[in-house]
């Protein structure tokens, strides 16, 4: 079923950018006067921008915020209960389905909002999620399907080698970090934290 979704959320993104191109037309949309709302901040010597640090902290408020959703509540549990064993879990007397709309809702809710803090910064165009798309399939192959702290560890490595290879190999930065999950693939076919 995790990979159904997967697919499921690539056909809803397909979906929702031709809803977008037919109410809005193909130009791009902005909001550049919010981040300007936010003044710049100096941190030892360097200035950063308020707005930067905005998207900084309502990310890991975000973060936070899920894992004790997922780790600390009656819905968390039955979630990962039916990540891991979808058969026990129904027999159990678990909706599944119903646990599994709720779990794509939660995402799409999560996506919406990093769509919504990062359009100011960028604006709002069509296709920019397929980049953020494939990003995130590059993610769940290095950490793992199913897996929260598999994804935290594939987004850290996939932030660390996209940073680290736009200052020193800016050419092949993406071949890098597809190289790396073709190892990963290799090595672990369940990624560093999924179940085999």
């Not at 100096?42 to 308020?50: F, H, I, N, R």
């Not at 990540?83 to 919406?112: E, H």
Request: glycine content about 12%; overall charge neutral.
């Amino acid at each position: 079923p995790e990979e159904y979704q997967l697919l499921m959320t690539f056909g809803l993104l397909l979906i929702l950018e031709d809803l977008m191109r037919m109410v809005w037309g193909p130009y791009p949309l902005t909001a550049s006067a919010l981040s300007e709302f936010f003044p710049s901040i100096s941190v030892l010597g360097a200035t950063y921008p308020g707005y930067n640090i905005f998207v900084i902290v309502v990310g890991g408020a975000a973060a936070v915020g899920l894992w004790a959703f997922i780790y600390r509540t009656r819905f968390g549990i039955l979630l990962r209960a039916t990540s891991q064993n979808m058969r026990m879990a129904s027999a159990l007397g678990v909706d599944v389905k119903r646990i599994y709309v709720q779990a794509f809702t939660i995402g799409c809710l999560m996506a919406g909002l990093g769509g919504a803090v990062v359009m100011p910064l960028s604006g709002a165009v069509l296709g920019m999620g397929v980049d953020a798309l494939i990003l995130a399939f590059v993610v769940v192959v290095i950490g793992g399907l199913g897996s929260l702290e598999g994804a935290l560890v594939g987004a850290l490595i996939v932030g660390a080698v996209r940073t680290l290879g736009i200052m020193y190999f800016a050419e092949i930065e993406l071949a890098v970090l597809y190289l790396i999950a073709a190892v990963v693939l290799f090595l672990r076919p369940a990624g560093l934290f999924g179940r085999a």
